[in-house]
Each structure stands twice: as C-alpha cells, then as structure tokens.
Nanobody
C-alpha cells in the first residue's frame, strides 16, 4: 500500500504561480512512477505531468513550458511547479503513484487549484 498526501493548492490570479507537493509513504520502494493528474468540472481526469523512478518526465501539451515536475527522493516527495497559470488550469489536482510490476495505482485526496481571470 502507498499513501499519498497532497498540499499546495489554492486560489491565484492568471499569470501567477503555485507549487503542489505530494508526500508518499508506505511501500514506496515499489513505486515505478509518480504523476499529477487533474479533473475539471464536467471533464475527464487527465495527465498533467509524470516522472519515472529513473527521472524521465512527460507533460501534457497544454502545460509544457509552464509546469515542471520534480522529485526529492530523500523526502519521498514529488512537486509540481506551476507558472504562468491560466483560468483553464482550474481543476482538482490529484497525485498518483504507479506500481507497474504489481499493477497498482494509488491516488491522493486531491487539491483544488483555482485560477481567476
């Protein structure tokens, strides 16, 4: 089992920045990748950014050049630095952890990000 606790959401004006944090605990040694997903009202949950245990990253086209995912292995924490926020970035952001070998996915409770115009 993996437990994920997110923090850092909030209300920000367009053009502003926020940093989300996701602290993992439990069977963290089996985690193969972690990522951030988001879900806006009436829309499906979508991948925002993902980082593998080897450090490879990938991003949604809509956030490339504005968002950066990183990790602190010593703290078992993944971050999402969000710059140049737009109203369309408004959503609940969820942290995700993958255990590819076991076929398990884990989710955090979600944190609200609201960008005002």
């Amino acid at each position: 089992q993996v437990q994920l606790v997110e923090s850092g959401g909030g209300l920000v004006q367009a053009g502003g920045s926020l940093r989300l944090s996701c602290a993992a605990s439990g069977s963290i040694f089996e985690i193969s990748a972690m990522g951030w997903y988001r879900q806006a009202p009436g829309k499906q949950r979508e991948l925002v950014a993902r980082i593998t245990s080897g450090g490879s990253t990938n991003y949604a086209d809509s956030v490339k050049g504005r968002f950066t995912i990183s990790r602190d292995n010593a703290k078992n924490t993944v971050y999402l630095q969000m710059n140049g926020l737009k109203p369309e970035d408004t959503a609940v952001y969820y942290c995700n952890a993958e255990q590819t070998v076991a076929g398990n996915w884990y989710w955090g409770q979600g944190t609200q990000v609201t960008v005002s115009s």
